[in-house]
């Protein structure tokens, strides 16, 4: 069982920055890929940034050269930093965990409870 828990959700001034937080907890396996996704209002949810367990970061168009996402693998948690914030950032920010227990074997996905993020013009 894994438990995530994201911070650092809010209200952000268009321009500004932010940084999300989110702490995973429970059974970790050392092949994982942490990230973030967000969801707008009737929309899907998409890709912001994820990040291995080797360190290898993949970023959305959207969020690419103003955004960093980073992990801390003795904490279980990993960062997201957008900076020059937009009102398009304005949505639900979720933390994601993808892992699995040996290569090629079972895939596990757990999700946080999401975060609002609402940036102001």
């Known amino acids: 069982q894994v438990q995530l828990a994201e911070s650092g959700g809010g209200l952000a001034q268009a321009g500004g920055s932010l940084r999300l937080s989110c702490a995973a907890s429970g059974t970790i396996f050392s092949i994982n890929t942490m990230g973030w996704y967000r969801q707008f209002p009737g929309k899907q949810r998409e890709l912001v940034a994820t990040?291995?367990?080797?360190?290898?970061?993949n970023y959305a168009d959207s969020v690419k050269g103003r955004s960093t996402i980073s992990r801390d693998n003795a904490k279980g948690t990993v960062y997201l930093e957008i900076n020059s914030l937009k009102p398009e950032d304005t949505a639900v920010y979720y933390c994601?965990?993808?892992?699995?227990?040996?290569?090629?074997?079972?895939?596990?996905?757990?999700w946080g409870q999401g975060t609002q993020v609402t940036v102001s013009s």
């Open positions: 990040i291995t367990s080797g360190g290898s970061t």
């Open positions: 994601n965990l993808q892992q699995q227990k040996w290569p090629g074997g079972p895939r596990y996905d757990d």
